[in-house]
């Protein structure tokens, strides 16, 4: 095993990177005539552009360029904004580049972590406005037009990576304040762009969306790592939740499912969610090994994934764990409680899964010399691996799948007036494909609750528990005073739902060069046990 980088903590927490001032997310551009020119001379250079949009989502060194174990694109945002929530613990050691996360010392803009989840998704908007700048909006061929509505989808994606971040959202009744920069393919003033409103950067993501679902109808993608027309409804899904535009919501996501059927209580009786061929993903990563080899620790493989013979997760017992609170609530009737192993290190996700000649649970409590330490309590075994103990890490990642559109649907549903039905179809969902003896009403929680629940159960992992928190205006409830919890002390705090240090801020990079930002400000950090006796409705 290749030697895995550690920080001290204090070094940790205040890591900025030294390329950091070198790097401008709202940089120079090319004027559109250039583009087009270009383009026209040289085709392939308007093909290398718009196919490395795609592989900038996930890969390594995607913002820094080096080989920071934590710089990997929209998965290592998707996996940062759960770690600041309540549903995923990891270990407070110097091996866990995630603990800015952990502290919520995220806020401070210039340490490396948020700074990359900044610059990753205005990079992908400039890398998506050089697609729409290289040819004319009417152009009359359709595998054109077919590029064009990927990159507004895929700029789309980037702010909807942004704007629940940098703002309280509609639920807060925050539509006019001030949000993110808004940057399209006609800006040319970078030196004076002021934050646009919540409002406004969502009209720019529903139009951009729009675009791509009235111009992908009869694309036919080669691959799941390409936005076609139902992925572009599941993005638009997503932004509608977001807005509470219930019926359109549920809308959007019923066209996004069409066609795809969850993944069945066998086939998630055993680690999985590694495969874009899996039939119930609708979106993914493509993760090659020529990829992930370029810089093997900055993957989802070395971090989230449990099984993986080159990673921080297995090598330095930073595993990614369920917050125990979360995990008692979940039904022993229900698949997904295997899909973390219990406080005795025990998981029926693991009885066929062979390590090293070991099998069974035995494989969690086995160590393995500079490769594996012993699993924790509640480590997750969600997340399989092509091969387990590989060291390749060419794990894909799921950027949308079916069952997340299917619950949209039931929540659309639910706050649209029609909870029957959405309560019969929360039902027939989880009794076919995860829980044959389930009851919404069996946990005790209101309707909208038990729709929250399920989300925190099924996409853990996967990007939205912060997202989901702050839109419903819920607290982060990590603890409940006096009672056992598995968080570091560290990290062991709750906020409520109004704190203003919730919000993101901008980096110094980004405030010298853009004179019209004026940065969020509120709250203060937390401090480990504050807020013991905030509930969630979930976890009470």
């Given at each position: 095993?290749?030697?895995?980088?550690?920080?001290?903590?204090?070094?940790?927490?205040?890591?900025?990177?030294?390329?950091?001032?070198?790097l401008?997310?709202?940089?120079e551009?090319?004027?559109a005539?250039q583009?087009?020119?270009?383009n026209?001379?040289?085709?392939?250079r308007?093909d290398?552009?718009?196919?490395g949009m795609?592989?900038?989502?996930?890969?390594?060194g995607?913002v820094?360029?080096?080989t920071?174990?934590d710089?990997?694109?929209?998965?290592?945002?998707?996996?940062?904004?759960?770690i600041e929530?309540?549903?995923i613990?990891?270990?407070?050691?110097?091996?866990?580049?995630?603990?800015?996360c952990?502290?919520?010392?995220?806020r401070?803009a210039?340490?490396a972590?948020?700074?990359i989840?900044?610059?990753?998704?205005?990079?992908?908007?400039?890398?998506?406005?050089?697609?729409?700048?290289?040819?004319?909006?009417?152009?009359a061929d359709?595998?054109?037009r077919?590029?064009?509505?990927?990159?507004?989808?895929?700029?789309?994606?980037a702010?909807?990576n942004?704007?629940p971040?940098?703002?309280?959202?509609?639920?807060?009744?925050?539509?006019?304040?001030?949000c993110v920069?808004?940057v399209?393919?006609?800006?040319?003033?970078f030196?004076?762009n002021p934050r646009?409103?919540?409002?406004?950067?969502y009209a720019?993501?529903?139009?951009?969306?729009?675009?791509?679902?009235d111009?992908?109808?009869g694309?036919?993608?080669?691959?799941?790592?390409r936005?076609?027309?139902?992925?572009?409804?599941?993005l638009?899904?997503?932004?509608?939740?977001?807005?509470?535009?219930?019926?359109?919501a549920?809308a959007d996501?019923?066209?996004?499912a069409?066609?795809y059927?969850?993944a069945?209580?066998?086939?998630?009786?055993?680690?999985s969610?590694?495969?874009?061929?899996?039939?119930?993903w609708?979106?993914?990563?493509?993760?090659t090994?020529?990829?992930?080899?370029?810089?093997?620790?900055?993957t989802?493989?070395?971090?989230?994934?449990s099984?993986?013979?080159?990673?921080?997760?297995?090598?330095?017992?930073?595993?990614a764990?369920?917050?125990?609170?979360?995990?008692?609530?979940i039904?022993v009737?229900d698949?997904?409680?295997?899909w973390?192993?219990?406080?005795?290190?025990?998981?029926?996700l693991?009885?066929?899964?062979?390590?090293?000649?070991v099998?069974?649970?035995?494989?969690?409590s086995m160590?393995?010399d500079?490769?594996?330490l012993?699993?924790?309590?509640?480590?997750n075994?969600?997340?399989?691996?092509?091969?387990?103990?590989g060291?390749?890490n060419?794990?894909?990642w799921p950027?949308?799948?079916?069952?997340?559109?299917?619950?949209?649907?039931?929540?659309?549903l639910a706050?649209?007036?029609?909870?029957?039905?959405?309560?019969?179809?929360?039902?027939?969902?989880v009794?076919?494909?995860?829980?044959?003896?389930?009851?919404?009403?069996?946990?005790g929680?209101?309707?909208?609750d038990?729709i929250?629940?399920?989300?925190?159960v099924?996409?853990?992992?996967?990007?939205?528990?912060?997202?989901?928190?702050?839109?419903?205006?819920k607290?982060l409830?990590?603890f409940h005073a006096g009672?056992?919890?598995?968080?570091p002390e560290?990290?062991?705090f709750?906020?409520?739902?109004d704190?203003?240090?919730?919000?993101?801020?901008?980096?110094s990079?980004?405030?010298?060069?853009n004179?019209g930002?004026?940065?969020?400000?509120g709250?203060?950090?937390?401090?480990?046990?504050?807020?013991g006796?905030?509930?969630?409705?979930?976890t009470?």
């Open positions: 095993m290749k030697t895995i980088y550690t920080l001290p903590l204090v070094l940790m927490a205040a890591a900025a990177c030294s390329q950091m001032d070198e401008q997310p709202q940089g551009i090319m004027l005539d583009l087009q020119n270009t026209a001379a040289i085709p392939s308007a290398a552009s718009f196919n795609f592989t900038k989502l996930g890969a390594p995607s820094l360029g080096g920071r174990p710089d990997f694109g929209f998965i290592m945002m998707a996996f940062s904004n759960d929530a309540a549903d613990v990891l270990a407070n050691s110097g091996y866990n580049w995630f603990s800015a952990g502290l919520l010392s995220s401070n210039d340490y972590n948020p700074y989840r900044y610059a990753a998704p205005y990079n992908t908007i400039a890398a998506a406005n050089e697609i729409i700048r290289s040819y004319p909006e009417d152009n359709a595998s054109i077919y590029k064009l509505a990927q990159a507004r989808a895929i700029r789309a994606f702010y909807l942004l704007v971040y940098f703002q309280f959202g509609y639920a807060a009744g925050a539509q006019d304040l001030p920069p808004i399209t393919e006609t800006t040319t003033d030196t004076d646009a409103s919540v409002k406004d950067v720019l993501i529903i139009s951009d969306l729009t675009y791509a679902i111009n992908l109808e694309y036919v993608r080669t691959d799941k790592a936005i076609d027309r139902q992925t572009a409804y599941g638009r899904a997503r932004a509608y939740l977001n807005m509470e535009e219930w019926a359109l549920a996501a019923e066209a996004a069409e066609g059927v969850p069945s209580i066998a086939e998630v009786s055993e680690p969610f590694y495969d874009i061929g899996e039939h119930n609708i979106w993914g990563y493509d993760m090994s020529d990829i992930a080899q370029k810089s093997p620790y900055a989802s493989s070395a971090w989230i994934r099984f993986s013979g080159d990673g921080y997760s297995a090598g330095t017992q930073v595993y764990c369920i917050n125990n609170l979360l995990y008692d609530k039904p009737t698949v997904r409680k295997g973390w192993v219990d406080s005795a290190l025990e998981s029926p693991l009885e066929h899964v062979t390590w090293n000649g099998s069974g649970n035995e494989v969690a160590a393995i500079n490769v594996k012993p699993f924790l309590p509640y480590t075994v969600k997340f399989g691996m092509n091969t387990v103990g060291t390749l060419d794990d894909d950027f949308m799948r079916v069952e997340e559109m299917i619950l949209i649907q039931i929540e659309g706050k649209s007036g029609s909870p029957s039905a959405a309560r019969t179809m929360l039902e027939d969902f009794r076919t494909y995860r829980d044959p003896s389930y009851s919404a009403d069996a946990g929680r209101s309707l909208e038990e929250w629940f399920q989300r925190r099924e996409l853990w992992g996967e990007g939205f528990s912060n997202n989901d928190t702050r839109r419903l205006g607290p409830v990590r009672e056992e919890s598995n968080f560290a990290f062991r709750n906020m409520t739902a704190d203003g240090w919730w919000l993101m801020r901008f980096t990079s980004e405030k010298n060069t004179l930002i004026i940065d969020n400000t709250g203060t950090q937390p401090v480990q046990d504050q807020n006796t905030l509930r969630d409705g979930v009470d």
